[in-house]
């Protein structure tokens, strides 16, 4: 099994929860985060003040936020086959906290 090596460039905020990411390749992806910010790690991200505060971690290459927040950058580069997976995660999440 191989594993596409990705790595982030830059990013955009775009919209409420949404990043415009560019990868090393030109490749960009637009990343709605919304549906997935849900249990202990990522749901503290619905705080916009929180996940405006992204940044690009210099040494891998990915989106990360002040409280531990990230994904891996392949995921990301890959969202549209991923998504309703971290979505469908995020719910089940949810229900486990109420």
Known sequence: MSHRICRIESFQIVGPYTLQLRFDDGATQTVDFAPVLEGELYGPLRDRRLFDQVKL????????????????????????????????????WAHATV
Not at 62 to 71: I, L, Q, S
């Open 57 to 92: 971690d210099p040494e891998v290459h990915t989106v990360v936020w002040p409280n531990g927040a990230d994904f891996d950058p392949a995921t990301l580069y890959d969202w549209p086959q991923h998504r309703d997976a971290f979505a469908t995660r995020a719910r089940a």
